[in-house]
T-cell receptor, first 114, second 114 residues
Framework: DQQVKQNSPSLSVQEGRISILNCDYTNSMFDYFLWYKKYPAEGPTFLISISSIKDKNEDGRFTVFLNKSAKHLSLHIVPSQPGDSAVYFCAASDRTGTASKLTFGTGTRLQVTL | DTEVTQTPKHLVMGMTNKKSLKCEQHMGHRAMYWYKQKAKKPPELMFVYSYEKLSINESVPSRFSPECPNSSLLNLHLHALQPEDSALYLC?????????????FGEGSRLTVL
């Protein structure tokens, strides 16, 4: 049972345009949602997160939107840059005492073209 | 220092070998994790240590044996592995009590089982 889903395996966007990556989840108990970026042969790098009690969080070119009623979140990157080309994973966190258990989506490969 | 360091970066082993993967962090984080990632798949949680105690074991086969000697170190002992265990093994740490409890990942150890 996939609790976190990213239905678009890939996305191609022109440099300077907006990239929108989508994520759906099924578990209402998740308390935080996070986006990670991953280059080949490297570990995932944290990008931005949002609490389940918020609907928007912004950090520079990155904005995450959360729609709890739809169990949907999205990551907006504007303007997109060639260095943004990577695989983006959506992740959801639930509290397990003093540890943070993350469940990852399947990832979306973003290609930013010149 | 915001790094999680994993060694070795690459490991090739036979099915009868015993080897270990090592992970180190000096961020004062009290939760440490092992994730497994197969090609084109999301990272999957294997183990969580919280305050040096094993708090989550996601039904991982006993041929994988985790160890947390102290709050900065995490090992994964490997014995009698199968070729399907070949994957990227990611270590991560988090300070759960701050913010979203985002995980900081190492670059991973790529394991090939012959």
């Amino acid at each position: 049972d996939q609790q976190v889903k990213q239905n678009s395996p890939s996305l191609s966007v022109q440099e300077g345009r907006i990239s929108i990556l989508n994520c759906d989840y099924t578990n209402s108990m998740f308390d935080y949602f996070l986006w990670y970026k991953k280059y080949p042969a490297e570990g995932p790098t944290f990008l931005i997160s949002i609490s389940s009690i918020k609907d928007k969080n912004e950090d520079g070119r990155f904005t995450v939107f959360l729609n709890k009623s739809a169990k949907h979140l999205s990551l907006h990157i504007v303007p997109s840059q060639p260095g943004d080309s990577a695989v983006y994973f959506c992740a959801a966190s639930d509290r397990t005492g003093t540890a943070s258990k993350l469940t990852f989506g399947t990832g979306t490969r973003l290609q930013v073209t010149l | 220092d915001t790094e999680v360091t994993q060694t070795p970066k690459h490991l090739v082993m036979g099915m009868t070998n015993k080897k270990s993967l090592k992970c180190e962090q000096h961020m004062g984080h009290r939760a440490m994790y092992w994730y497994k990632q197969k090609a084109k798949k999301p990272p999957e949680l294997m183990f969580v240590y919280s305050y040096e105690k094993l708090s989550i074991n996601e039904s991982v086969p006993s041929r994988f044996s985790p160890e947390c000697p102290n709050s900065s170190l995490l090992n994964l002992h490997l014995h009698a592995l199968q070729p399907e265990d070949s994957a990227l093994y990611l270590c991560a740490s988090s300070h759960r009590d701050r913010g979203s409890g985002e995980l900081f990942f190492g670059e991973g150890s790529r394991l090939t089982v012959l």
